[in-house]
């Protein structure tokens, strides 16, 4: 069992930088692939990124290439999600994932487990 708590949401004007954190609980947790996936009002879920379980893979949606990383330090089981340059598009409830699986994905359904979400606004 593996639980997940996002956390670094806020306002932001355009332009500028957030970094998300998602603390997680259970010992299983640097075995996990983890994604970061957001939800824009009146819109689906959709994938942003994904990291290894060791770190040394990341897959990222064309909206979030070279302007969000994603990192994670299994020591503290957390994993980050940095977002620079953000746009009023970026508008939105972004979660964390952990999916027991052995590649990365972009699919939802694949992820076992999710975090509650935080909301990340960026003004124009």
């Known amino acids: 069992q593996v639980q997940l708590v996002e956390s670094g949401g806020g306002l932001v004007q355009a332009g500028g930088s957030l970094r998300l954190s998602c603390a997680a609980s259970g010992r299983t947790f640097r075995y996990n692939v983890m994604g970061w996936f957001r939800q824009a009002p009146g819109k689906e879920r959709e994938f942003v990124g994904a990291i290894s379980w060791d770190g040394g893979r990341t897959d990222y949606a064309d909206s979030a290439k070279g302007r969000f990383t994603i990192s994670r330090d299994n020591a503290k089981n957390t994993v980050y999600l940095q977002m620079n340059s953000l746009k009023p598009e970026d508008t939105a409830v972004y979660y964390c994932?952990?999916?027991?699986?052995?590649?990365?994905?972009?699919?939802?359904?694949?992820?076992?487990?999710w975090g509650q979400g935080t909301q990340v606004t960026v003004s124009s």
């Open positions: 994932a952990a999916g027991r699986i052995p590649s990365l994905t972009r699919r939802q359904a694949q992820y076992d487990y």
